[in-house]
DNA sequence: ATCGATCCATTTATCGATAAAGTGAGCCAA
DNA sequence: TTGGCTCACTTTATCGATAAATGGATCGAT
C-alpha cells in the first residue's frame, strides 16, 4: 500500500495535467463518465470500472479513493456503453398479455421484485394475448437487448416456427406448455382445476359448469383446466353434461358475465361454477347477481389464481391459489441461470398451490 | 440512376474482397451489424444508417438495396450503440408506487399504447408509494438512460430537493402538484370529489363520510379531495362531523375495509361514504357488507378512478371516472415534447371527468 | 468555361465502458 | 543471482452506431 508510484500531478483529487483536448472530449451530454471518476481519484478508468463491478485486483487504499470519488462526483454508469461492450444490459424482459388484468399485474410485481433481489430490471412487455403479439416481444425483446424474457404465453403454440428464439434465454411462465422445450413455470391448471371442481362436489354440488376460455390446442391452459374438471367429476359419479361446458373469448370480466346471463337463460339447472380464472369469476359472480341468483346458496362459485380482489367481493370468491411470489421467483431464477450459463437443460416446475375455501362456496 | 460507379466487386448481394480481418472484427456475440448490411448491399454503413432511421439523401435504388439487404440478413439495430452515440434510449420510464393496484395497471396499460404509437418503449418503476422510491426511480431512470419520465408521484413532496431531476424530461402524472415546476397531468381532484359527494347529497344522504388517504401536505391528492367534499357539503348545507372523516395508511382494500368497520363500529350515524379511491371504495363495499349494512339501501358509497372491477362488484359501484386515456396521451405527448424541446414552459392540465352513477348510488 | 448549389454517398472521429493483454515492482525458491 | 509468480494497476483495442465533415458528380446560370 502506499505506493509513492504516483506522483504529485496525480495524487487524489487533483486534476491530471490533460490536454485541452481530454476536456473537450466527453463534453457530451454533461455526463460525468468513468474517465471524470479516473482523473479525480488519481487512477486509469479501468481501476474505475473494476471498483464499480466489485472485481478485485484494486488494493484498499485505491479503492476507498474510487469510492470517493465516486460519491462526490456522482457519477452513474452509462448502461448502454457497458452493454455495448460486455453484451449484457441488467434487463430482463417480461411479456404479459395484458398488464391491466390484475393477475398480470400481481405477477408483474412479483417478478420485478425478484428480479431486483437478483440485480435486473424489468421491462414490461403487452402481447394482446396474440400469438402474434407474443413472437413480437421475442423479437422486441432481442432488439432492446434484454438478457432474456419471461414469456407469459398465453396463444403462442409453435414456437418452433420462430427462430428468433434460438439460443435465447426464455422462461415460459404460466399456461403453455412446449413438450420441454423451454425452462417453464407452470401454473397447477390440471391439479388445480380437478381440486376447486372436488371442492364443489364434496359441498354438494352436482350440476356444475365451467367457464373456460377458447380451446385452441390440446397443450393450453384451457384444456388442462377442463381436463381437471373432467377427472373431478369421473371421480365423484357425476357425469358430464355438455351443456355446461361453456367457453369465452377472452378471459374478461365481461365475457364472464355474459356467460354466467346465457347459462342461467339456457334454463339448464346448475349449482356450481368452476371459472377459468379469478377475473371471470368475478364477471360471474356479477351476471349470477344480475339474474337473480344468489351465491352461494343458489349456485357455488369458484375461480382460479387468487387475485387481491377475490377476498373482497361480495361474497368472498373461493378460489384455486397458486403461489405466485414462488413462481415469479423460479422464473427470474431459471432467467438468471441460462443468462450465465445457456446450455443448461432445460427445468420443468409446476407451481404449488392452496384452495382459498371463502363464502362463494360456504 | 444506375450508375456504375460501383464496380463488380461491390455489386449488390457481393461481398466485397474484404480482408479476413474484417470478419473476425465483428464476430462478437453473432449479431448482425450494420457493417454486414452495408458489405451486402454494398454500401458504406453510414448509408444503412440513413436508410434504418428513415433519413433522406439516400437514392430510391440505393434504398431499396439496403432494405433487402436488411430484411435478407435478418438485421436488428443495436440499441445500446445507437444510446451511446446519440444520447436517446427510446424508453421512457413509467414510475408507479404498486403496478398491482388496479388503477396503475390500467393507467400503465394506455401510458404503453400511446408510447407505442409515438416510437417509445416503456419500462416499469415501482416506487412502493414512498418518498424515497420515487426519488430513486428519478435516479434509476437516468442511470437507466430513459429519455424522459413520468411520475405517478403520492409522496414526492420536495422534489427540489433531489438534484437529479434538473434539466430532465419529467412528467407528473395523476396527484402531486408542484406549482407549475414541472408538467403535470392532474386528476379533478377538487372538482370530481366535490361532484362525487354532491351526487350522495341529491340521493338524500345527510351523513357522509368520507375515507382518505393520510394527509401529508397541503398539495396533495388526499386534501384536494378532503377540499372537494367539504366544499360540496357547504354548498348543500350539511354540517361537518369530524367524526365522519376517516383517513388511511394506505390506499388499498384492505385499509377500505377496516375503515368502514370501524366506521360502523364507533356507532356515529352513517348514510353515504366517499371513498378516495375505487380501491378503497371495493375495500369499505366489503367492510360494510361484513357489518351486515346494505348498499345502497342503508349506506350509499362512491368511489374514483372508474377501475374496470368497479363496473362488476356487487352491487356495482358509482364512481368518479377521469379519462385515464385522456392522461395517459398528455403525459406521453408531454414527455415527447419535452425530450424535443427542454425548455418549453411548463404546462399544467386537469383531466375532465364523468360521474359513472351504479348500483351503489341508487 | 467557371462557379455555386444540390445530391448522394463516404470518411472520420467519437460516445463510455470493458475484455484481454501488458507492465513493473516485490517476493520466494533454487 | 536469476527465473518464475503474484499483485495491483495501466494500456490497447474494440463493442455498433451516428454527427459532422468531406468528396465527387451533375446541372443551371452567368
Known amino acids: 500500500m502506499g505506493r509513492d508510484k504516483l506522483g504529485a500531478a496525480t ?12 476536456y473537450q472530449q466527453n463534453a457530451g451530454h454533461g455526463m460525468v463518465t468513468m474517465e471524470d471518476v479516473a482523473r479525480l481519484a488519481g487512477v486509469s478508468k479501468m481501476t474505475v470500472s473494476n471498483v464499480v463491478n466489485n472485481r478485485d485486483g484494486v488494493g484498499d487504499l485505491v479503492r476507498q479513493r474510487v469510492l470517493e470519488a465516486i460519491r462526490r462526483s456522482g457519477y452513474r454508469v452509462n448502461v448502454s456503453a457497458r452493454t455495448l461492450r460486455s453484451g449484457r444490459t441488467g434487463v430482463i424482459g417480461l411479456a404479459v398479455p ?42 422486441h425483446s432481442r432488439t432492446l437487448h434484454f438478457d432474456g424474457l419471461i414469456l407469459s404465453a398465453v396463444e403462442l403454440d ?60 390440446d397443450v393450453n391452459m384451457v384444456t388442462r383446466r ?51 380464472t379469478d377475473t371471470v369469476a368475478l364477471g360471474v359472480l356479477r351476471g349470477l347477481a344480475d339474474r337473480g341468483l344468489r351465491v352461494p346458496e343458489d349456485v357455488r362459485l369458484i375461480g382460479f389464481d387468487d387475485i387481491p380482489e377475490s377476498g373482497f367481493t361480495v361474497p368472498s370468491l373461493s378460489t384455486v391459489a397458486p403461489d405466485h411470489r414462488w413462481m415469479a421467483e423460479r422464473a427470474v431464477e ?23 375455501i371463502r363464502e362463494s362456496t360456504r
Open 11 to 22: 495524487a487524489p483529487g487533483q486534476l491530471r495535467p490533460a490536454g485541452v483536448k481530454s
Open 226 to 276: 377442463h381436463r381437471g374438471y373432467l377427472a373431478a367429476l369421473a371421480e365423484r359419479g357425476i357425469g358430464i353434461d355438455p351443456a355446461l361446458l361453456f367457453s369465452l373469448d377472452d378471459a374478461s370480466m365481461e365475457a364472464g358475465r355474459e356467460a354466467a346471463c346465457r347459462l342461467v337463460d339456457s334454463g339448464h339447472e346448475i349449482d356450481g361454477v368452476v371459472a377459468v
Open 98 to 139: 395484458d398488464i391491466e388484468l390484475p393477475y398480470f399485474g400481481h405477477l408483474a410485481a412479483h417478478v420485478i421484485e425478484a428480479a431486483g433481489r437478483q440485480g435486473f430490471h424489468v421491462a414490461i412487455e403487452q402481447t394482446g394475448a396474440a400469438a402474434a403479439g407474443e413472437a413480437d416481444a421475442i423479437a
Open 158 to 217: 409453435r414456437l418452433d416456427e420462430h427462430p428468433a428464439e434460438a439460443g435465447y434465454p426464455l422462461v415460459m411462465l404460466g399456461e403453455q406448455d412446449f413438450g420441454g422445450r423451454f425452462d417453464h413455470v407452470a401454473m397447477p391448471n390440471e391439479e388445480g382445476t380437478k381440486a376447486a371442481t372436488t371442492h364443489l362436489a364434496d359441498r354438494g354440488c352436482r350440476r356444475i359448469a365451467i367457464v373456460t376460455g377458447r380451446a385452441s390446442d
Open 334 to 356: 431459471l432467467v438468471a441461470q441460462r443468462i450465465r450459463a445457456p446450455l443448461r437443460p432445460t427445468v420443468q416446475y409446476i407451481a404449488p398451490f392452496e384452495l382459498m
